[in-house]
DNA sequence: TTAAGTATCGAACGAACGTTCGGTAACCTT
DNA sequence: AAGGTTACCGAACGTTCGTTCGATACTTAA
């Protein structure tokens, strides 16, 4: 856990000193202090109401509603509007690349590795949807330097996802597209925020064994099937 | 084309007579006329700042800026915002499913129909991004009368597809489910959009080819992949 | 040429927005 | 008990929002 409310240090900004107080020095891991804890449970109430309203739709009397504060009372815990989508953001991506890291310890086995990626996403994306479906949809809301930020650490999870399929790749002496398969890979799997319902459809376990099944059967493969007949026109 | 700028005839409200003049009966074709295509014209610019922006966070003046119309004017071609964007998303998926049932008449192979669906929905989506982001992103955005009537279209093209795939899955005798089956695919193909780069990727019709290859043999071929070892832990 | 309809506009409306300010209450340390 | 820090609040500020209104130009048909 532990927010690592440290310095977000963007672009310009000076940083006036007023809101910056609670940075910790960088080693310095400070458990959980009562600021932290409240602030992780206002982001959770964020990220509810970013996802139902959106970020532009949401207004933050809607959280001051939801969290039971003070609309001014919300600014001790952030800057603005923005920092707020940016912290989300950010602690959500660094959890599941964290926890991913952690998992691909256990196989050195190539298509193993892509079925640990594939189960760890599914996993939490499922148990966090609501905090998901604000990193997948506001994707393009950030700008300058938060943005930068959080585009950042969205291409190292790419990076990690591609790495994985050239190795299978290499593994298995076949030849694919790595970044058609890594993007076809991410439709797949982040498409599901759109329609998962818990009552109607498989777990997270299950529907990452099955979407495993579906991709891997597909690159693994041989281009066997059928090619399309020439079309005459255009 | 045609807009069809017929009654739009949402839930309750009576429709003071003020907006709904420009109705036609509904037989009567009544080529564009010029106020049709005024509109036409504002949607595209709509769709380009939709698109850009997102609904929430575009403005009714950013709309009058691109399309060099006062603000009091655009109000003579739709009732409101909200009416703005059900009008994108209704021509877009009414077109987009149109095309799908005129190429599915040259085929009667049901794998040969999957890949016609597939490349109909890439040819369209790429010749037209920013509309069809605004249908794919703007999802959940509309309420009431015009969302219904929206999610109503969305579910029979859901149908289209699953049906295809049904088809596909009787004549070879496969095992697999059709709701994951297209929801897989519409995660792949719907997530173009955010990452589809006409200067780096394939052309649409090479995509639709990718696409489908990767997908049908995923689909098609018997489940012989590696099964993932029990794991001890939940 | 005129009259009716269509197209467009400037200006304004009330509501909602993100954010700030000065102050008060609660808490912690000594 | 005192004094400093942290947590929170009511009220307001300036801006922007979607939409409306009354008036003016343009187009068309008699």
Redo the contacts with the bound molecule.
């Keep these: 856990m532990a927010l690592q409310n440290i310095e977000t240090r963007l672009s310009g900004e000076p940083l006036d000193g007023r809101k910056g107080?609670?940075a910790l020095s960088v080693g310095e891991v400070a458990a959980d202090?009562?600021?932290d804890r409240?602030l992780a449970k206002l982001l959770h109430h964020a990220a509810h109401i970013f996802c139902e309203k959106g970020y532009e739709g949401?207004?933050?009397?809607?959280l001051s509603r939801a969290a039971?504060?003070?609309?001014?009372?919300?600014?001790?815990?952030f800057?603005?509007?923005?920092d707020l989508l940016y912290l989300i953001q950010k602690h959500t991506f660094r959890t599941i690349i964290e926890r991913l890291q952690e998992r691909l310890k256990e196989s050195r086995d190539a298509e193993e590795r892509v079925r640990i990626f594939i189960e760890n996403h599914l996993e939490y994306f499922l148990a966090n949807k609501e905090a998901m479906k604000v990193l997948t949809h506001e994707d393009e809301t950030l700008k300058n330097g938060r943005g930068a930020e959080i585009r950042a650490i969205k291409r190292e999870y790419y990076k990690i996802c591609l790495d994985l399929l050239e190795d299978l790749r290499r593994e298995k002496g076949l030849q694919f597209s790595g970044r058609l398969a890594v993007l076809g890979l991410f439709g797949m799997i982040n498409w599901i925020y759109t329609w998962h319902n818990p009552r109607v459809d498989l777990d997270a376990g299950a529907m990452a064994e099955e979407m495993s099944n579906l991709f891997l059967r597909g690159v693994l493969n041989p281009g066997k099937t059928k090619r399309k007949i020439a079309k005459t026109n255009a």
């Design positions: 107080r609670h202090s009562r600021f409240r949401a207004s933050m009397r809607d039971g504060m003070s609309l001014a009372g919300l600014y001790h815990y800057e603005s509007k923005e």
